[in-house]
């Protein structure tokens, strides 16, 4: 192969390993690159050449970079890689915000943690003795994840997940899916095996023959996709949940064909919050901090059914129109009057076509709906399912599956009683 001049922005100037070691970064944050891109970039830095540093950058862009929102991670881990000396210690600032002396005061940008999380995966995190020795420090990626150690993560509670774990449980949010059945519509569509006889058609066809009917047109009922609306609880109680419920939402949001009309999303603890319009930006990282900077009531209190209030009177109507799915995100512990929380929650059942609560403390073995504000919502949901990990919310495909599937309820009201 073509020697390379060296270059001094990597400390070992091995550019093709280099530059592979940089593509399986990007890989690991989310960016489709495969071998044959990485061969691309090599013979393209041969080409261009990299004596400067804004033509590289622009060369592995062109290479890496085919989507807008993956411009913000290419960014975040070329300067992290490349052209920060101490990319290492920024990423661990990143990750670790407890470090003092070596974090940044500054709020970390889109997609800055998730470049952190892809450059560290394997590498010793022990900062200390890397600053104190002065070797080389060697940073190895196993994209690798065996089958015992995913179906571990599929059980964890979330609240209980490091932050490598939570880095993977992210990962493996992104992939899955939420599918839904159609509805069927009272309106028709032509259909020369339909069940339904078309006697308009079949009449207009006759007059244009004299009158004769020779066929009998046919019709079935035209599905149609019914909207998603999801309630999360961003209280301080529900953080840990609701942050990864949110990045499950963005995943059903942004995913084509899931047979969802339209996924509306809110946030609520004190107040009540539209993110809708934040889960159509398509990288995860910005989305959920502009949802984040908008609700201001994270890890706040909770009025539950206050927000409930707010939704049914303001948005209801605008977003449950034609048969919503709901899915509720919230433990249910909330102190205001019970006899309101039921009547809002009863509302907000009537106008949704399936109403589905999904309460995390539903992973201890001994729950029992004792807390008033749980006693009241009960009686007003479809389905009482478990949400504290990524099985729960892979369950949650099987409960939009099976409507008459009330998962804990009857149970739990049975024990009430």
């Not at 964890?156 to 069927?184: C, G, H, N, W, Y």
């Not at 969802?260 to 919050?273: C, I, P, S």
Request: hydrophobic residues 45%; proline residues 5%.
């Amino acid at each position: 192969m073509t020697g390379y001049a060296p270059l001094d922005l990597p400390e070992v100037p091995r550019l093709t390993e280099n530059i592979a070691h940089f593509a399986r970064a990007l890989r690991k944050a989310g960016l489709p690159i495969g071998p044959g891109r990485v061969v691309d970039a090599v013979r393209a830095v041969q080409v261009a050449g990299f004596t400067s540093r804004r033509d590289f950058y622009w060369t592995l862009h062109a290479c890496f970079v085919s989507r807008p929102e993956h411009r913000v991670v290419f960014a975040q881990i070329f300067r992290l890689f490349w052209r920060d000396p101490r990319y290492l210690e920024h990423m661990m600032a990143a990750m670790l915000p407890a470090i003092r002396g070596v974090q940044e005061e500054r709020a970390a940008q889109a997609g800055e943690k998730r470049a952190a999380e892809a450059l560290l995966d394997g590498a010793d995190r022990d900062l200390p003795e890397m600053q104190e020795s002065g070797e080389e420090t060697e940073i190895e990626i196993d994209a690798s994840l065996t089958m015992s150690a995913e179906e571990r993560l599929r059980t964890l509670d979330f609240e209980q997940m490091s932050t490598a774990e939570t880095a993977e449980a992210k990962r493996v949010l992104a992939r899955l899916s939420l599918p839904v059945r159609p509805i069927l519509s009272r309106r028709g569509q032509a259909d020369p095996r339909g069940e339904m006889a078309d006697w308009r058609r079949t009449m207009r066809a006759a007059m244009r023959q004299g009158g004769d009917i020779a066929q009998l047109a046919r019709k079935r009922r035209r599905p149609r996709w019914p909207n998603l609306v999801v309630l999360c609880d961003i209280s301080g109680s529900m953080s840990a949940y609701g942050r990864m419920v949110l990045h499950f939402l963005h995943a059903v949001a942004n995913r084509k064909g899931a047979g969802w009309a339209k996924v509306h999303g809110f946030t609520f603890g004190t107040r009540l919050t539209n993110i809708t319009r934040h889960l159509a930006t398509r990288d995860v990282d910005a989305a959920l901090a502009a949802a984040g900077a908008e609700a201001q009531d994270w890890e706040g209190g909770t009025r539950i059914g206050d927000c409930l209030h707010d939704f049914n009177r303001d948005w209801s109507r605008r977003v449950m129109g034609q048969g919503a799915v709901v899915i509720l995100i919230t433990d249910g512990l909330d102190r205001a009057e019970p006899e309101k929380l039921a009547r809002e929650m009863e509302r907000l059942h009537l106008s949704a076509r399936h109403l589905i609560w999904l309460n995390p403390l539903l992973r201890w073995d001994g729950f029992a709906p004792k807390a008033r504000g749980i006693r009241a919502m009960l009686p007003h949901v479809d389905s009482f399912r478990a949400g504290h990990n990524i099985a729960s919310l892979e369950d949650l495909a099987g409960a939009l599956s099976r409507p008459d599937d009330p998962g804990e309820k009857a149970r739990l009201l049975s024990g009430a009683a």
